[in-house]
C-alpha cells in the first residue's frame, strides 16, 4: 500500500540501483487433503503484500522477518524466479516484471542470489570447479575449457578457497559448509552482478564460522562494487552488517529506516518485540521479556486492519479488532483455567465456529437451549480478569440478544506509511489521522455509558 | 580428583543422571567415527544443564547415547547411571520401559516427529496407555488437557491433526508430550533450532517455568550460546566429542576458563558485536582427531605441551571444570612444556 | 577428472561389507561366465549350434552324455552342449539389445515427462501405464508376432519385443526421481543463475537420477532372459535356423522328459536358471551397495579401545623437540 504519507527515502534515481513500488505476490494455496475433506476453501496467500522500496547501490538492505513474513519471497521475486502478481520492479529504471523467461535471462547477469543452506545448493554430481564456471556457460560468455578454469580459478581465488587449484576439481561432498558456501558465493560473483540477494547464507553455518562468511562478503562487496539484499530472521548478525533494515511482518514492511534507528529507537511494536525476545550470551539477562502472544497467523486470511494487532502490546481502537480475536482471547484465557472451571465455561458458549468468520460484527453463541445471559457471563468474566487487554479498546458495544451475545467492534483503518524519524513505519501509532480516530471514538465512549 | 558437577540451590544429594566417561564410536567400514570420546557430567533434579557445541562435536550423539537411542552400527563404552540405575548395556526392553515415563526426549524437527494421520488426543492418549496403563480414560483426558493447557495450548483444539499446527505449536506438543508422564529427566536436542526467534523466546520461558515448578533434570542440547544463557543453570562446551568446560552458567559466561569457549563467545554475533571474530581453522574431523588436546591446532594460547599431551581434567578459579593445560595442574606439565607452540599458518584452503 | 568421478561411483563398491559385497560379487562371476561363452561361443562349443554332423558321421539322435556328445544329443540331431553356449550368445546378445534400446527410450521419456509435467506429462504416464498393465508375455507375443513379417524373428525382433515390455518400467522410476530432484536447492539455483532449461536437464537432473539406472538395468536384463526364453517356449521366439536358443530347445524337450532323456531338458534349463539367478545377484547386489540406509545397516560396530586422555590417564605420549602443529584436517 503504497501511497503519499511517505515514499521510502530516495535522492536521485541513478542513485537507486533498484525501485520498488507496490509489489504484490500471490501464491494460489490448495487446501490439504483434510481441509478439502472438510469442505474448506482453497486459499491464496499474499506472501508479498504492498512493498515498497529503493535499493541504493553500494549499501546493504537487510530484510529481517520471521517465518511467514514473505522475505524469502520477496527477495526471488525481486529476482524474477517468482512471478510478481502486481507492482514494478525496477533496476536501474528497467522494469523487471511482466517479462518472459528468456527476457529476463540476460538481466540475471546483473543480480544474482545466494541460497541458505550450502550444503544443497551445489548438485553434488559436479565438481566446484565446473559448478562455478557454469554460469558462464549458460550465459554463453565463454566456451573455451581452459579459459572456463582460469575464470573458475580467479573466483575461487577471491573467496579464500586458495590455491584455487585444490578445490577446482573437488566435488561438493568434500568440502566443508564455510568452504561450500564460499564456493556459492564465487559462483554468484563470477558474472560480475550488480545486485546479490543472500537469502540466509550463514544461518546454516557454525557461530565461529558465520564471522567469516560475513567478513568475505564485506570484502567482496567494496572489491567488486556490489550491492546486497541482506535477508535473515537474525538480527543480531544483521545489525552487523546492513546499512538499512525493512522488518517484514505477514508479507508488509512494517519499518525500514538505517540499522542503528532500528535498533536503538524501534518504532514499530513488532521491531521491538523482536529485539526483546533475541537471546543473548548474557545470563544476568533473564526470561520473560514480555513477548507479544500467540504466533504469526495464517496467512491466507490475515488479521483485519493491522496484521500484527492481535499479537501487539500497544494495539488500539482502530488497530483492527474482530472476531477471530474474540476467540484467541477465549481459548488462551481457558488454558489458564483449571480443568473444572474450563468446562464451566465453555458449557457457558456455543459452537465457537462462527467466530473463525472475519468479521467486525458478530456472535458469541448461546449453547444449546441457553440463553443469552451465559455468554455474556463468560464475557463479564474474561474481562474482569483482563480489563486492560488491548482487545478491548476495540470493542464498541456488545449486545445481550437470544442467539448470544452480538459484539460489535470498531472500524479498522488499514495502516499507512508514515515518516518518523528517518525511517518509514507502518504503524497506527505514528499515524495522527489513526490517533484523531481512537480519540474521537473515546471521547464518545466516555461520554455514554460503559460498555 | 573431583569431576561431578555440584548441584547447588536445587535437588542436592544425588544426581538423577550420571555420565561417567561415555564413549559412543561410529563403524564406517574404514576407521571409526569418535563422536563421543570420554564425556563425564551430572545433573541432579530440577537442574538445566546446557550442552553446547559446534556441528559434528558429537552433541547430539550424546543425547542419543544417554538415551540408549543410536543406530546399530554404533558403539558405547562407559557408564551412564539413571538414578543409580546403569542404562549402558541395559536390554533393549529395559530401555523401552524407563524412556517416556522416566527419560524423555524432545527433537528438533516438531513436524516430522509427530504421526500426521493421528490427532493430538490420539497421540496422547496412546503414550499414557502405553505407559500408565493404571489410568482410566477419564484421568487421561484430564492429565492430557491440563499439560497441553499448561503449554498454551487450547483445549479447544484437542481432537486437531498436527498439520492444522504452525511449528511453534507443534513443539510446545511435543513437550507436552513428553511431560504428561512426568519424566525425571528430560532431554530437549536443539529444541528451538527449526523455530522464529519469538516462538523460540516463547518455548524458553516454558522451559524455565518447569524449572521451577517440576523437579525435572534438562539436558538441553544446542549450539545457540543465547539460549544456554538464558535457560540453563549449568553449561557444558563441547569440542570434538570431548567437553572443554563445564560449570555454571553465569561463572562459564562470565569468566570462561577454556580458550575455546572464551572464541566462542567472541565468535558469537549478538545485539553488541562490534567487530567480526572468528576462530582460525575448521573443526576437526572425529575420525582422525588431533593428538593431546583437541584444540591446539586452532588455539589463540596453545603451549607445547598441548600438543603432547590430553589435558587433565583440573578445577579453574571460578569454579567450573576444565580441560587445559593453561590451568595446569603445574606439576604435570613438564619442563619448558609452557612455551608457546610454533605452528604454520592456517592455510586459507584449511579455512572452514 | 574422469578418474576421480569413476572412483566415486566405485567407492560404495569398495566399501561394502558382508552379504551385499558377496551377493554382488557372486552375481559379476555368474555374469562374466556366461559373457564369456557368448563372446568366445566360435572357441568354445565344440560345434554349430545348427550341426547335425561332423566329418561326415551324423551325429546320433538323442544320444545320451558320452565323450563326443558331453551334454549328449537333441531329437534333432544337435549337440546340446554347443547349443547351450551358442544359446548363451543368443541370450546375451537379445538382452544387451532389449536394456541398449529400454534406456535410450524409457530414460528421455522419463526426463522429459518428469521435468516438463503437464499434459505432455500426463499422457506419457496413461499410456506407460497402460503398457505396463499390460501381461507382459502377452504384450511380447503380440508384438514378436507383428514384426515377425518384416525384420523376421531373430534376435533384433525378440529384442524389441522386450523392450516394448521394460520402456514404462525405466520411465516410470527416472520419472520420479526427476520429480523429486527437480524440487532440490540446486536445482533451484541453477535456474536462479540463468541457466536454459536443456542445460538443467541434462547436467543437474540427469547425473543425479543416472544413479538408480544400473540396478534396475540388471534386474531387468534378468527378467529379459525369462521373457525371451517364454518366448522361444511357446514358439514366437527365435527360429532355430536363425540362432540357439534356450527356451526354444526347452520345448523340444518336454517330450523327452517322458522317455527318461533328461539332458536335452536339464542343460538349457540350468543355464536359464544360472544366468537369471547371476543378474538378479548383481543387480540385488548393486541396490544395496549403492543403497545408502541398506549399506549403513550392514556396517559393522568398531571396538571401542581405552584411549589415554581419559580422566586421570595423562600418559605421556613423546616429548619430541616442538615442531609446527598439526594441521587441522577438513571436516
Given at each position: 500500500m503504497s501511497d503519499t504519507a511517505a515514499q521510502p527515502s530516495a535522492e536521485t534515481s541513478g542513485e537507486n540501483v533498484l525501485e520498488v513500488r507496490d509489489l504484490h505476490t500471490t501464491y494460489s494455496v490448495r487446501g490439504s487433503f483434510f481441509d478439502r475433506l472438510r469442505g474448506r476453501e482453497s486459499g491464496s496467500v499474499r506472501a508479498v503484500d504492498g512493498v515498497s522500496l529503493d535499493l541504493r547501490r553500494g549499501e546493504v538492505l537487510g530484510l529481517v522477518g520471521e517465518s511467514g513474513s514473505g522475505k524469502t519471497t520477496l527477495g526471488r521475486t525481486l529476482?524474477?524466479?517468482?512471478?510478481?502478481?502486481?507492482?514494478?520492479?525496477?533496476?536501474?529504471?528497467?522494469?523487471?516484471?511482466?517479462?518472459?523467461?528468456?527476457?529476463?535471462?540476460?538481466?540475471?547477469?546483473?543480480?544474482?542470489i545466494v541460497f541458505q543452506d550450502p550444503h544443497a545448493s551445489l548438485n553434488p554430481a559436479m565438481t566446484i570447479g565446473a559448478l562455478v564456471a557454469d554460469p558462464l556457460r549458460f550465459h554463453k560468455l565463454v566456451s573455451d575449457r581452459e579459459e572456463l578454469r582460469a575464470r573458475a580459478s580467479e573466483a575461487l581465488e577471491r573467496v579464500g578457497l586458495a590455491p584455487a587449484s585444490e578445490f577446482l576439481d573437488k566435488f561438493p561432498a568434500d568440502l566443508s559448509g564455510?568452504?561450500?558456501?564460499?564456493?556459492?558465493?564465487?559462483?554468484?560473483?563470477?558474472?560480475?552482478?550488480?545486485?546479490?540477494?543472500?537469502?540466509?547464507?550463514?544461518?546454516?553455518?557454525?557461530?565461529?564460522?558465520?564471522?567469516?562468511?560475513?567478513?568475505?562478503?564485506?570484502?567482496?562487496?567494496?572489491?567488486?562494487?556490489?550491492?546486497?539484499?541482506?535477508?535473515?530472521?537474525?538480527?543480531?548478525?544483521?545489525?552487523?552488517?546492513?546499512?538499512?533494515?525493512?522488518?517484514?511482518?505477514?508479507?508488509?514492511?512494517?519499518?525500514l529506516g538505517p540499522a542503528a534507528d532500528i535498533y536503538e529507537r524501534p518504532h514499530h511494536p513488532y521491531t521491538a518485540a523482536l529485539l526483546r525476545a533475541i537471546p543473548e550470551p548474557d545470563p544476568r539477562r533473564t526470561v520473560p521479556r514480555d513477548l507479544p502472544r500467540g504466533e504469526v497467523p495464517d496467512a491466507v486470511v490475515p488479521p483485519l486492519g493491522c496484521p500484527f494487532h492481535p499479537r501487539c502490546p500497544k494495539a488500539f481502537e482502530v488497530c483492527g479488532w474482530e472476531s477471530r480475536d474474540l476467540r484467541t482471547l477465549l481459548e488462551d484465557r481457558w488454558t489458564r483455567l483449571s480443568q473444572d472451571d474450563y468446562e464451566r465455561e465453555r458449557a457457558g458458549v456455543g459452537n465457537l465456529d462462527v467466530l473463525d468468520v472475519p468479521s467486525v460484527d458478530t456472535i458469541l453463541p448461546v449453547p444449546d437451549g441457553g440463553t443469552g445471559e451465559q455468554p455474556a457471563e463468560v464475557l463479564a468474566a474474561m474481562r474482569a480478569d483482563a480489563a486492560d487487554d488491548p482487545f478491548w479498546s476495540g470493542v464498541a458495544a456488545t449486545e445481550v440478544t437470544d442467539a448470544g451475545v452480538r459484539v460489535r467492534f470498531h472500524e479498522p483503518r488499514v495502516p499507512r506509511d508514515l515518516r518518523v524519524d528517518r525511517s518509514v513505519v507502518r504503524c497506527h501509532l505514528h499515524d495522527p489521522e489513526a490517533l484523531a480516530a481512537a480519540e474521537e471514538i473515546r471521547r464518545g465512549r466516555d461520554g455514554t455509558q460503559n460498555v | 580428583m573431583n569431576a561431578v558437577g555440584d548441584n547447588r540451590e536445587r535437588g542436592g544429594g544425588e544426581p538423577i543422571l550420571d555420565v561417567r566417561d561415555l564413549r559412543v564410536w561410529y563403524g564406517t567400514g574404514g576407521d571409526p567415527v569418535r563422536a563421543v570420546d570420554g564425556v563425564s557430567f551430572s545433573i541432579g533434579a530440577g537442574e538445566t544443564l546446557g550442552l553446547v557445541g559446534e556441528s559434528g562435536c558429537g552433541k547430539s550423539t550424546l543425547g542419543r547415547g544417554v538415551l540408549g537411542l543410536l543406530p546399530d552400527a554404533a558403539a558405547v563404552a562407559g557408564s551412564v547411571r539413571f538414578r543409580g540405575r546403569e542404562l549402558v548395556g541395559l536390554s533393549?526392553?529395559?530401555?523401552?520401559?524407563?524412556?517416556?515415563?522416566?527419560?524423555?526426549?524432545?527433537?528438533?524437527?516438531?513436524?516430522?516427529?509427530?504421526?500426521?494421520?493421528?490427532?493430538?488426543?490420539?497421540?496422547?492418549?496412546?503414550?499414557?496407555?502405553?505407559?500408565?496403563?493404571?489410568?482410566?480414560?477419564?484421568?487421561?483426558?484430564?492429565?492430557?488437557?491440563?499439560?497441553?493447557?499448561?503449554?498454551?495450548?487450547?483445549?479447544?483444539?484437542?481432537?486437531?491433526?498436527?498439520?492444522?499446527?504452525?511449528?511453534?505449536?507443534?513443539?510446545?506438543?511435543?513437550?507436552?508430550?513428553?511431560?504428561?508422564?512426568?519424566?525425571k529427566v528430560l532431554i530437549a536436542d536443539e529444541p528451538t533450532t527449526a523455530l522464529d526467534v519469538i516462538v523460540e523466546a516463547q518455548i524458553l520461558g516454558i522451559l524455565a517455568d518447569l524449572r521451577r515448578n517440576f523437579d525435572t533434570a534438562i539436558l538441553l542440547i544446542t549450539h545457540n550460546l543465547g539460549i544456554v544463557a538464558e535457560a540453563c543453570d549449568r553449561v557444558a562446551v563441547m569440542y570434538a566429542g570431548e567437553i572443554a568446560e563445564e560449570g555454571d552458567a553465569r561463572e562459564v559466561f562470565a569468566e570462561p576458563a577454556h580458550p575455546y569457549t572464551r572464541e566462542l563467545l567472541r565468535s558469537t554475533i549478538s545485539l553488541e558485536t562490534t567487530g567480526l571474530n572468528y576462530i582460525p581453522g575448521a573443526p576437526p574431523s572425529l575420525i582422525d582427531p588431533p593428538p593431546a588436546c583437541r584444540f591446539h591446532p586452532r588455539c589463540p594460547n596453545a603451549m607445547r605441551v598441548c600438543a603432547e599431551r590430553h589435558p587433565i581434567e583440573v578445577r579453574a578459579p571460578a569454579g567450573q571444570r576444565v580441560s587445559c593445560w593453561l590451568h595446569g595442574p603445574e606439576g604435570e606439565i613438564p619442563e619448558g612444556g609452557r612455551e608457546p607452540l610454533e605452528r604454520e599458518e592456517f592455510l586459507e584452503a584449511e579455512e572452514a | 577428472m574422469r578418474q576421480r568421478r569413476l572412483s566415486r561411483w566405485l567407492e560404495p563398491i569398495r566399501e561394502s561389507t558382508g552379504v551385499s559385497r558377496w551377493i554382488f560379487w557372486i552375481g559379476v562371476a555368474i555374469v562374466a561366465f556366461f559373457v564369456i561363452l557368448a563372446v568366445f561361443?566360435?572357441?568354445?562349443?565344440?560345434?554349430?549350434?545348427?550341426q547335425v554332423s561332423a566329418d561326415g558321421v551324423r551325429f546320433p539322435k538323442q544320444g545320451s552324455p558320452d565323450g563326443t556328445h558331453l551334454f549328449g544329443t537333441t531329437v534333432g540331431n544337435y549337440d546340446v552342449l554347443s547349443r547351450v553356449i551358442w544359446g548363451a550368445r543368443t541370450a546375451i546378445e537379445v538382452v544387451v539389445l532389449a536394456v541398449v534400446f529400454s534406456l535410450a527410450i524409457g530414460v528421455p521419456l522419463g526426463l522429459f515427462s518428469g521435468y516438463v509435467g503437464g499434459r505432455a506429462d500426463r499422457?506419457?504416464?496413461?499410456?506407460?501405464?497402460?503398457?505396463?498393465?499390460?501381461?507382459?508375455?502377452l504384450l511380447a507375443i503380440v508384438i514378436a508376432f507383428l514384426l515377425s513379417d518384416k525384420l523376421g524373428q531373430g534376435v533384433v525382433t525378440a529384442a524389441i519385443a522386450?523392450?516394448?515390455?521394460?520402456?514404462?518400467?525405466?520411465?516410470?522410476?527416472?520419472?520420479?526421481?526427476?520429480?523429486?530432484v527437480r524440487e532440490e536447492p540446486y536445482v533451484d539455483a541453477a535456474r536462479a543463475l540463468g541457466a536454459p532449461r536443456r542445460t538443467i536437464v541434462s547436467r543437474y537432473v540427469l547425473q543425479n537420477v543416472i544413479q538408480s539406472v544400473p540396478a534396475l538395468a540388471t534386474l531387468n536384463a534378468a527378467d529379459a532372459i525369462l521373457t525371451l526364453a517364454a518366448l522361444g517356449f511357446l514358439g514366437y521366439g527365435i527360429q532355430p535356423t536363425d540362432a540357439a536358443e534356450?527356451?526354444?530347445?526347452?520345448?523340444?524337450?518336454?517330450?523327452?522328459?517322458?522317455?527318461?532323456?533328461?539332458?536335452?531338458?536339464?542343460?538349457?534349463?540350468?543355464?536359464?536358471?544360472?544366468?537369471?539367478?547371476?543378474?538378479t545377484l548383481l543387480g540385488e547386489g548393486l541396490n544395496d551397495v549403492i543403497n545408502p540406509l541398506i549399506r549403513a545397516r550392514s556396517t559393522a560396530k568398531p571396538e571401542i579401545e581405552e584411549q589415554p586422555g581419559g580422566e586421570g590417564e595423562a600418559a605421556i605420549l613423546s616429548m619430541e623437540p616442538p615442531r609446527g602443529g598439526e594441521e587441522p584436517r577438513g571436516p
Open positions: 529476482l524474477g524466479l517468482v512471478e510478481a502478481t502486481s507492482g514494478s520492479i525496477r533496476l536501474d529504471g528497467e522494469e523487471l516484471t511482466g517479462r518472459s523467461e528468456a527476457e529476463l535471462r540476460p538481466l540475471r547477469r546483473r543480480m544474482q564455510g568452504q561450500k558456501q564460499r564456493a556459492v558465493l564465487a559462483r554468484a560473483i563470477i558474472l560480475g552482478p550488480d545486485v546479490l540477494v543472500a537469502d540466509e547464507p550463514v544461518s546454516m553455518l557454525d557461530m565461529s564460522v558465520r564471522a567469516k562468511i560475513l567478513e568475505l562478503m564485506l570484502e567482496l562487496k567494496d572489491e567488486l562494487d556490489l550491492t546486497y539484499i541482506y535477508i535473515t530472521h537474525d538480527l543480531a548478525t544483521a545489525k552487523f552488517f546492513c546499512d538499512r533494515i525493512a522488518i517484514m511482518y505477514l508479507g508488509q514492511i512494517v519499518e | 533393549v526392553k529395559g530401555l523401552r520401559e524407563l524412556r517416556g515415563p522416566e527419560l524423555g526426549l524432545i527433537f528438533q524437527e516438531p513436524m516430522t516427529r509427530l504421526d500426521p494421520l493421528q490427532t493430538i488426543e490420539a497421540h496422547f492418549r496412546e503414550t499414557l496407555r502405553t505407559h500408565r496403563p493404571d489410568l482410566d480414560d477419564d484421568e487421561i483426558r484430564r492429565r492430557s488437557l491440563e499439560t497441553l493447557a499448561g503449554m498454551g495450548i487450547p483445549r479447544t483444539r484437542f481432537g486437531q491433526y498436527p498439520h492444522e499446527f504452525s511449528g511453534g505449536m507443534r513443539q510446545r506438543i511435543m513437550i507436552a508430550l513428553a511431560l504428561v508422564l512426568e519424566p | 561361443a566360435p572357441l568354445l562349443a565344440p560345434y554349430g549350434f545348427d499422457v506419457l504416464v496413461l499410456i506407460m501405464d497402460a503398457l505396463f498393465a499390460f501381461p507382459y508375455i522386450i523392450t516394448a515390455v521394460y520402456v514404462p518400467q525405466y520411465f516410470r522410476v527416472v520419472r520420479n526421481h526427476v520429480i523429486s534356450w527356451g526354444y530347445d526347452l520345448q523340444r524337450a518336454i517330450d523327452d522328459a517322458g522317455a527318461v532323456i533328461w539332458w536335452t531338458g536339464l542343460y538349457p534349463g540350468l543355464a536359464i536358471v544360472l544366468l537369471v539367478t547371476g543378474f
